[in-house]
């Protein structure tokens, strides 16, 4: 049997994301994946929080690197762990937009988001792996 593309980031995130002893369990950001694949990042990747509610996400153009295309669909996600709350885009930029700014709730301001960024062929057949754009702090 083969298992869902649920079950292997679960296990995934639970073997390599999941530190602590019970009942104390914490999740390490910066291991948290939410795709695997051969497909390549972008270049100069960047993540920064920038006025507005909003959370920058950057890139260099890097088509044609390996199967890498300009028409790659922009996957990004944000987490405030205070809240316990998820915000995230399903492909409103591509590879050769080199930008996408993710506006975010009111309630986040000035709360700490993590973020994280994956690229997803136009065929859905090839994908990055999880890029992990760090601590952001929303500005009003």
Do not use: Q
């Not at 199967?67 to 669909?73: G, H, M, V, Y």
Request: aromatic fraction near 10%; include cysteine.
């Amino acid at each position: 049997m083969k298992a869902t593309g649920h079950n292997v980031a679960l296990s995934e995130n639970l073997k390599n994301a999941i530190t602590g002893s019970f009942p104390d369990f914490t999740v390490d950001f910066p291991s948290v994946s939410l795709s695997s694949g051969v497909l390549p990042l972008p270049s100069n990747l960047a993540v920064a929080a920038a006025a507005g509610l909003k959370v920058d996400f950057s890139w260099t153009d890097n088509s044609g690197k390996g199967k890498s295309d300009k028409t790659d669909k922009v996957f990004t996600m944000a987490f405030c762990p205070e809240l316990d709350e998820v915000e995230y885009t399903l492909g409103d930029a591509t590879r050769e937009n080199a930008a996408l700014s993710m506006p975010l709730p009111a309630e986040w301001e000035s709360k700490d988001v993590e973020t994280y960024l994956f690229l997803v062929s136009v065929n859905g057949k090839e994908v990055t792996r999880t890029y992990y754009g760090g601590k952001v702090t929303i500005l009003a």
